[in-house]
Structure formats: C-alpha cells, structure tokens
C-alpha cells in the first residue's frame, strides 16, 4: 500500500494512493484511522485499508498532484541517522568503512513537507548540502531485535533529505545543529508498506540537482543494511513505532566536489527512490 499525509480543510488526513489518485481512509470506513499516526498505532488495519481500497471504482478520489502533502508522518518520535554508510560516500571524504553503523540524531523540528521550501538565513549557514537517503519508518517497538527479525518492525519507507548546513557540522564537535534548522528533513511524497518494496537493499536512490543527477547509487552497496541499522540501533535504545530512520546518502554530496557544488537560492533539489517516487522541494534563502 501506499499511504500519503495530506492537508484537508486545515487538517491533517490520512489518504491511500490508487493509481495516480488518493481516496481518504475516513471515505473507506469511519472506522479507520484518519493520521498517519493512527494507522501506525492499529497496524492491522492496513489489511481492512487494503481490502476495501480494491473495491474502489476507478477515477475515485483526488488526483495526488492536487493535493497539498504533509510528510508522510509529520510528527515523527525520533530521527535517527547513519553516516557514511555507502563506499563512494566514506571514500570522498577519506574515511574507511565503518565497522558499526554511525549514529547521529536530527531534530523532528526539521521536518518538512514535499514541495515545501528549504529554507535558511546565509548570515547563518553559508554552505548548505544535500544528502538523498531512503528512510525506514518504525511500526512495531524494538528492543534487543535480531537482525533476521529486524525488518518484521518496519511499518513503511520514503524518501528523505538529509539537508545539512556543512559549516555548521564541521564547525561543532557534533552534528546535530547542522543537520537540524527548520525546514532541512523534507520527507515524502508517499509512505510505502514493505510488501511493495520487497528487498529494501535492492533500490535505487537518487538526487538531483535543477534536473541534474548528483548522485545515484543501489541499497546494494550500503556497508550496513537496513535489517542490520535496526538490530545495531535496537540495541542501544529502544525503537519505537513512529520512529524514523535515515540509513545514510550515496557518495556525490556537494562539500567534496571540486569545487564545491552546494544549494543556493532557487534551486530545485529531488530524492527518487526506487518503487517510492519523487521528493522534490525549492530552496530560498531569507533572513532570520
């Protein structure tokens, strides 16, 4: 299935994808969970939504493109994050892979919507970059998994940006405020339920930059695979449902382009994954 967050007279629903059009989950059944959160909390009613979903006449619904979309889960629990887990990304900045996924956290704050405007003051942050990554959406809690049993707790996956404001990284001992102002975690355009995916480690993920392919690369070639980041991570601290996971970027980011190539004022940067879709968003600069 494929499930959208979208904006209906001022609030926040729950709609499936058919086809190119979303019909909200409130019109299958008044029974149904009308958030993302919802449908996170009651797992089993992704079947009733899928059974009654088929039974929908074709041309029903809204088309998706004239929908006003929220991330798929806009108020997500935590977004942990992992660093340099493709080869061409650890190899541009020199650094061996990792022997144990990297862990970093970035603030729900940051969250935004497809579409959306990526947003920053230039007397704040002067080099801001972008980072694709397929993001895993937490369904059931974990704690201690195993990693044969790791993806039987993933609810769904998306496309997220892991937009980082590099002088701000590198000029802290960590990374969180760089990869945290407001606006630098679009997600989206849709929530996909793992039976869609199949093998999350065998998609294709990209970013463009204004139209032109900055980095691609396959889930194939992470260091870490996503039944292993929730093992590793299950085991420090307990995952819980609404939880979001960001499994790391393909090499190509633009800090370690010679030279430079970084986001500016206009520019329109994509994520496309594989059996998801597009994220796209435009960046403004703007005073605080």
């Known amino acids: 299935m494929?499930?959208?967050?979208?904006l209906h007279d001022g609030a926040e629903t729950l709609g499936v994808a058919v086809g190119d059009r979303v019909v909200p989950t409130a019109a299958l059944s008044a029974d149904l969970?009308?958030?993302?959160?919802?449908?996170?909390?009651?797992?089993d009613a992704v079947a009733a939504v899928e059974r009654l979903a088929a039974e929908v006449p074709s041309g029903t619904g809204t088309p998706i493109i004239e929908l006003s979309l929220l991330a798929p889960l806009p108020r997500p629990g935590n977004i942990v994050c992992i660093g340099q887990n493709y080869r061409e990304h650890a190899e541009e900045q020199d650094k061996e892979a990792p022997?144990?996924?990297?862990?970093?956290?970035?603030?729900t704050a940051s969250v935004t919507n497809p579409n959306a405007t990526i947003a920053w003051d230039p007397a704040y942050a002067t080099q801001v970059d972008y980072e694709a990554e397929l993001a895993v959406v937490i369904g059931r809690t974990a704690r201690n998994v195993t990693e044969a049993d790791a993806l039987s707790h993933v609810f769904g996956y998306t496309c997220l940006?892991?937009?980082?404001?590099?002088?701000?990284?590198?000029?802290?001992?960590?990374?969180?405020?760089g990869?945290?102002?407001?606006?630098?975690?679009?997600?989206?355009?849709?929530?996909?339920?793992?039976?869609?995916?199949g093998d999350p480690q065998s998609l294709?993920?990209?970013?463009?930059?204004?139209?032109?392919?900055?980095?691609?690369?396959?889930?194939?070639?992470?260091?870490?695979?996503?039944?292993?980041?929730?093992?590793?991570?299950s085991r420090a601290f307990t995952l819980r449902p609404g939880d979001v996971i960001a499994t790391g970027t393909p090499g190509g980011?633009?800090?370690?382009?010679?030279?430079?190539?970084?986001?500016?004022?206009?520019?329109?940067?994509v994520v496309e994954i594989e059996k998801i879709g597009r994220l796209s968003n435009r960046c403004h600069t703007r005073k605080a």
Not at 179 to 197: A, H, N, Q, R, W
């Open 2 to 6: 494929r499930f959208v967050s979208y």
């Open 33 to 43: 969970p009308t958030t993302m959160a919802g449908l996170i909390a009651t797992p």
């Open 99 to 107: 022997a144990e996924p990297a862990i970093f956290l970035k603030h």
């Open 161 to 177: 940006n892991d937009v980082t404001a590099r002088d701000l990284q590198f000029g802290d001992l960590q990374w969180a405020r």
């Open 179 to 197: 990869k945290s102002l407001d606006t630098f975690c679009p997600m989206g355009p849709v929530l996909v339920t793992p039976d869609e995916i």
């Open 204 to 233: 294709t993920v990209k970013c463009l930059l204004n139209g032109t392919v900055v980095q691609e690369a396959s889930t194939a070639v992470m260091y870490h695979s996503v039944a292993r980041i929730i093992a590793h991570c």
């Open 253 to 269: 980011v633009g800090i370690f382009r010679d030279p430079p190539l970084l986001l500016g004022d206009g520019d329109e940067v």
